[in-house]
């Protein structure tokens, strides 16, 4: 009787293999997708809390956070008290060195900024991705 040498995979025991890693790569790659979704409202909304200190400032003196400018808007400049959007890259108030942080780069656009109280020292400020609402005031994000 001739003995036959097996020195190699069959074809069924590469199929299975190949099989096996495809099915754990398409895990890993949604897993890997979920957190980067993660990560980017993590980082809006750290943006937006970071934020929290530079309005006490403008409220201390007594300025109303600005938003988008418009030719609607009395000597063109609006307020968030008027359900503006706030608008990246400007400064938060009148006399303000700090600018509303851009958040497009994470796939997120400014709702609103309501209300604007300097007197209360309460604002909200909500921005969405399409299918999350972040909602930040003097308190935090969630």
């Known amino acids: 009787m001739k003995k036959i040498n097996n020195l190699g995979f069959t074809l069924v025991e590469l199929l ?3 099989a ?8 890993a790659v949604v897993n890997l997708s979920s957190a980067r979704n993660n990560a980017k409202t993590a980082a809006v909304k750290y943006s937006l809390a970071s934020l929290s200190s530079a309005i006490l400032l403008c409220y201390d003196d ?3 956070l600005t938003a988008r400018f418009t030719g609607a808007c009395p000597g063109g ?5 008027d359900n503006y959007i ?10 303000s060195v700090t600018t509303w942080p851009n958040i497009a780069q ?7 900024c309501d209300p604007s109280n300097p007197q209360t ?3 909200t400020l ?3 991705n399409g299918s999350e609402i972040i909602s930040c005031n003097i308190d935090g994000c969630v």
């Open 86 to 95: 706030p608008w990246s890259g400007h400064a938060i108030c009148n006399g």
């Open 106 to 112: 994470n796939g997120f656009s400014y709702l609103e």
């Open 16 to 18: 299975v293999v190949i």
């Open 62 to 64: 007594d300025q109303e």
């Open 126 to 128: 909500m921005a969405t």
């Open 121 to 123: 020292n309460t604002w």
């Open 20 to 27: 096996i890693i495809g099915i754990l790569s398409s895990v």
């Open 77 to 81: 400049i609006c307020y968030c008290n």
